[in-house]
């Protein structure tokens, strides 16, 4: 199986840049897709694979991926950018997907 | 615009079993994988499995092996979960979502995403 392992809590002050990171071997041949949750709602892809933003996100989100580690960086953190945030990529076994434990993020 | 609705709300009993359903509009209901990914109370996201309305294949995560069963009406646009021999731990929102790229771009150029979900169904299971 894998995993996909993100840091449980990460804050930001009001205007400055955050990175929230997914580590994971998979991560190294599957793209890696991220969303963004808030209390009571579904969640909503901020980032698609080839780090592609669907239409309707803001620009200041962006992703990446250097070898087994993902990065969502959100450039210039705005109050409303608060809520949880979740990776998803592939498995090792025939297109499993699996989720990263997702990182609380709090806005300053 | 793309929309996945959910059934509603469900109240079961320990062993009973619950189906949940998904009706898709806005796009070409056949071309795309349709996700379907639990959250337990205070937990994260969990992948369930998939189907493909096409041709009614499935995949199912290791874990739901043999409880879960996933189906299509193509005469409806509507997809099903069905989750049997419920337990306390399965209670949780229950969310399908639609795959970002069409089924033959993600076969030849990989998985990329979830990009339009359904508004999750709650299931409580309790005695």
């Known amino acids: 199986s894998s995993e996909l392992t993100q840091d449980p809590a990460v804050s930001v002050a009001l205007g400055q840049t955050v990175k929230i990171t997914c580590q994971g071997d998979t991560l190294r041949s599957y793209y890696v897709s991220w969303y963004q949750q808030k209390p009571g709602q579904a969640p909503v892809l901020v980032i698609s694979?080839?780090?592609i933003r669907p239409s309707g996100i803001p620009d200041r989100f962006s992703g990446s991926t250097s070898g087994n580690i993902a990065s969502l960086t959100i450039t210039g953190a705005q109050a409303e950018d608060e809520g949880d945030y979740y990776c998803?990529?592939?498995?090792?076994?025939?297109?499993?997907?699996?989720f990263g434990g997702g990182t609380k993020l709090t806005v300053l | 615009q793309v929309q996945l609705v959910q059934s509603g709300a469900e109240v079961k009993k320990p062993g009973a079993s619950v189906k949940v359903s998904c009706k898709a509009s806005?796009?070409?209901?056949?071309?795309?994988?349709i996700h379907w990914v639990r959250q337990a109370p205070g937990q994260g996201l969990e992948w369930m499995g998939m189907i493909n309305p096409s041709g009614g294949d499935t995949n199912y995560a290791q874990k739901f092996q043999g409880r879960v069963t996933m189906t299509r009406d193509t005469s409806t646009n509507t997809v099903y979960m069905e989750l049997t021999s419920l337990r306390s731990e399965d209670t949780a929102v229950y969310y399908c979502?639609?795959?970002?790229?069409?089924?033959?771009?993600?076969?030849?150029?990989?998985?990329?995403?979830?990009?339009?979900w359904g508004q999750g169904t709650t299931v409580t299971v309790s005695s």
């Open positions: 806005g796009y070409n209901f056949t071309n795309y994988y």
């Open positions: 979502a639609r795959d970002v790229v069409v089924i033959q771009a993600a076969i030849s150029g990989g998985y990329q995403g979830m990009e339009a």
């Open positions: 998803n990529s592939r498995d090792s076994r025939r297109y499993h997907l699996v």
């Open positions: 694979g080839k780090n």
